[in-house]
T-cell receptor, first 113, second 113 residues
Framework: DQQVKQNSPSLSVQEGRISILNCDYT??????FLWYKKYPAEGPTFLIS?????DKNEDGRFTVFLNKSAKHLSLHIVPSQPGDSAVYFC????????????FGQGTTLQVKP | DAGVIQSPRHEVTEMGQEVTLRCKPI?????LFWYRQTMMRGLELLIY????????DSGMPEDRFSAKMPNASFSTLKIQPSEPRDSAVYFC???????????FGDGTRLSIL
């Protein structure tokens, strides 16, 4: 029973274009959402987060959008760069104000020069 | 800034042997997390500590797994006896408190033959 789903295992975009990564979750009680980026043989690196009281958070080229009614969040990368090629994980804080993070399965992004 | 440090980076051992994975969290971080990543189940939380006290160990797969945090700068995850199905990448992460973004180490790739 996957509580966090990233339905696209992979995504390929051209350098300079927009990358959109999607994530769906099942529990409306989740209140804090994060995106991590992971390169091979390294640990995940925190990228950006959003609280459920907001619907958008922006940090440079990265923007996260939250649609609570649809239980959906997305990460936009504009413009995409070859160095952005990595696996992107969506994560949510479990309900009950615990530290537990629940991760999606990840989406592999390839940005072509 | 020193990040989360894990050792060893790679471990290959035979079934039935004891395995000990080590983690040094970022100085000043009060929460420490152990994750396991497999192809089948993705990234899943095994256990987390807050102020050196285990808070949630519901992800620990069975009694063969144990984790300790004797002080704020060191934690171990032990598997005894190890089995081939324990083969995975094990990550340690730390954060200032349970609700802050977690910072991951580069993981230990464990292979049980």
């Amino acid at each position: 029973d996957q509580q966090v789903k990233q339905n696209s295992p992979s995504l390929s975009v051209q350098e300079g274009r927009i990358s959109i990564l999607n994530c769906d979750y099942t529990n409306s009680m989740f209140d804090y959402f994060l995106w991590y980026k992971k390169y091979p043989a390294e640990g995940p690196t925190f990228l950006i987060s959003i609280s459920s009281i907001k619907d958008k958070n922006e940090d440079g080229r990265f923007t996260v959008f939250l649609n609570k009614s649809a239980k959906h969040l997305s990460l936009h990368i504009v413009p995409s760069q070859p160095g952005d090629s990595a696996v992107y994980f969506c994560a949510v804080h479990g309900s009950g104000n615990t530290g537990k993070l629940i991760f999606g399965q990840g989406t592999t992004l390839q940005v072509k020069p | 800034d020193a990040g989360v440090i894990q050792s060893p980076r790679h471990e290959v051992t035979e079934m039935g042997q004891e395995v000990t994975l080590r983690c040094k969290p970022i100085s000043g971080h009060n929460s420490l997390f152990w994750y396991r990543q497999t192809m089948m189940r993705g990234l899943e939380l095994l256990i987390y500590f807050n102020n050196n006290v285990p808070i949630d160990d519901s992800g620990m797969p069975e009694d063969r797994f144990s984790a300790k945090m004797p002080n704020a700068s060191f934690s171990t995850l032990k598997i005894q006896p190890s089995e081939p199905r324990d083969s995975a990448v094990y990550f340690c992460a730390s954060s200032l408190n349970p609700n802050q973004p977690q910072h991951f180490g580069d993981g230990t790739r464990l292979s049980i033959l």
